[in-house]
C-alpha cells in the first residue's frame, strides 16, 4: 500500500469553515500529490509537491491550499469549505524507484459540505 | 477536448471473454501511460505500466500502446467477475504529473 495514510477518513462539515485533510508516507517519496474525484470527472489534480516547501498547482487549485514542511506529510487544506467541494479526496505519491512517475494512492477522505 | 479520454462505458463482458478498454491522448509529449482499477468504495491501484510502443503483457493482462496514434488500450482476457470494476487510463510526460482519464466501468456477468 506504499505506506500512505489518511486522515481523517471521513469528514461531515458546514459551509464556510476550514478544513484540513492530512495525507502521510513513512516510505520517503518526493513526490506527493492531490487529487480530488467525482462522478463524471475522474480524477484531478488539486496540487502536488516535489520536495519539502515545494509546492505546484493543478487543473483544480481554486480554493485549496497545501502545505509540505516535512518529507513525510502533505496538507491539504479548505480556507472556506464549500458545497462544491463536496468529494472523495486522494492522495498519492511517485515512486522513486519506478522512474517513470508511477503513482500510487491512499485509503481517501470522503468530505461532505452541507 | 478532454487530453485522456476513455471509451464510454459501462462495458459488460460474460465471464471468460475478452474485455477491450480502450483510451486516446492529446499531448504528444506523453512519455508513461497506466492503467489504474479502482474497485467502488476503494482507492485506485496501478495494474500496468507501458512506456514503448507495442504490446506488454502480465498474466491475463496486456496493454498496448501506439503513440503515432496516441492511443493506448488494455485488454483483459479470459475476464473474471472480480474483474468488474472501473479502469481509469493515466498519461504523464515525465513532468512529475499525470492526467486521468474519466475511466470505464466494466461488468463481467457470471
Known amino acids: 500500500d506504499a505506506g500512505i495514510t489518511q486522515s481523517p477518513r471521513h469528514k461531515v462539515t458546514e459551509t464556510g469553515t476550514p478544513v484540513t485533510l492530512r495525507c502521510h508516507q513513512t516510505e520517503n517519496h518526493r513526490y506527493m500529490y492531490w487529487y480530488r474525484q467525482d462522478p463524471g470527472h475522474g480524477l484531478r489534480l488539486i496540487h502536488y509537491s516535489y520536495g519539502v516547501k515545494d509546492t505546484d498547482k493543478g487543473e483544480v487549485s481554486d480554493g485549496y491550499s497545501v502545505s509540505r514542511s516535512k518529507t513525510e506529510d502533505f496538507l491539504l487544506t479548505l480556507e472556506s469549505a464549500t458545497s462544491s467541494q463536496t468529494s472523495v479526496y486522494f492522495c498519492?505519491?511517485?515512486?522513486?524507484?519506478?522512474?517513470?512517475?508511477?503513482?500510487?494512492f491512499g485509503p481517501g477522505t470522503r468530505l461532505t459540505v452541507l | 477536448q478532454k487530453e485522456v479520454e476513455q471509451n464510454s462505458g459501462p462495458l459488460s463482458v460474460p465471464e471468460g471473454a475478452i474485455a477491450s478498454l480502450n483510451c486516446t491522448y492529446s499531448d504528444r509529449v506523453s512519455q508513461s501511460f497506466f492503467w489504474y482499477r479502482q474497485y467502488s468504495g476503494k482507492s485506485p491501484e496501478l495494474i500496468m505500466s507501458?512506456?514503448?510502443?507495442g504490446d506488454k503483457e502480465d498474466g491475463r493482462f496486456t496493454a498496448q500502446l501506439n503513440k503515432a496514434s496516441q492511443y493506448v488500450s488494455l485488454l483483459i482476457r479470459d475476464s473474471q467477475p472480480s474483474d468488474s470494476a472501473t479502469y481509469l487510463c493515466a498519461v504523464s510526460p515525465n513532468a512529475g504529473k499525470s492526467t486521468f482519464g474519466d475511466g470505464t466501468t466494466l461488468t463481467v456477468k457470471p
Open positions: 507501458i512506456y514503448s510502443n
Open positions: 498519492a505519491i511517485r515512486s522513486i524507484l519506478a522512474g517513470h512517475n508511477e503513482q500510487f
